[in-house]
């Protein structure tokens, strides 16, 4: 992947997953092609959720590229490989700090969340033909919608502001770097890597499981991307809507 690839900047869109969606349908630009927005109308976060920035704040872009090398069965290594480029990519900017990944693919600053992600994957047959990586990430934003429970941004963690677009060029050489390993075949390392840096990870915590409470600790992700919580009777595997995390 060309980490010169075309950076498409726009003042405003209604989703920048929407237009790489129209882009890669209207004649598939090059692999890592980027699509930058200083304002969503319509930006989402997972399941649906509205993803609240302000015009000109932070940072909201999709990244387009096309992993016909993975096999479907494995596109949650592309939540991974995103999650540690936009942890990496925080790092530069709050050297001193601790940022997680919240699972599946939130990215937390202590107990808040300063970014998400959401990847939307085409797939046809037995190829993953394209994919979307929409991030999202709190830069100098600091009054966010009282319907937001627990936002940050690097604003409000050092005081002061901080460039977006160094930011994404940062996110950009992570990803490669990522990507790169991705298609090398590299699973082991990266889900070690992204295991290491959970959020909750080993530690004893109030769950809900399919509707029931369940005290448990974090141990892992197995290879279908489900989160492994271990109770005191069993290993319980959990897709997204399976469980709730404790509130924070």
Known sequence: ?????????????????????????????????????????????????????????????????????????????????????????????????????????????????ISGILIKNQISGVTLQSSIIGVGININQEKFDASVPNPVSVKMITGNDYDSAVCLQSFRKYFDSYYRQLAAGKYDALMSEYIGCMYLFGQNSAFTIMGHKEEGKIVGVDEFGRLLIETKDSLIPCQMKEVVFPKT
Not at 47 to 55: L, T, Y
């Open 1 to 113: 992947m060309n980490s010169d690839t075309d950076i498409k900047k726009f003042k405003i869109l209604n989703s920048t997953n929407h237009f790489a969606l129209a882009l890669i349908r209207d004649k598939k630009p090059a692999e890592g092609t980027v699509v930058v927005a200083e304002e969503q109308t319509e930006g989402k976060g997972l399941d649906g959720n509205i993803w609240d920035s302000e015009p000109g704040k932070n940072l909201t872009f999709s990244v387009i590229i096309y992993p016909d090398f993975l096999d479907p069965s494995n596109q949650f290594y592309l939540n991974i490989i995103t999650s540690l480029a936009v942890r990496d990519a925080l790092k530069q900017c709050l050297p001193e700090e601790k940022i997680c990944i919240k699972w599946p693919n939130d990215i937390y600053h202590g107990d808040k969340k």
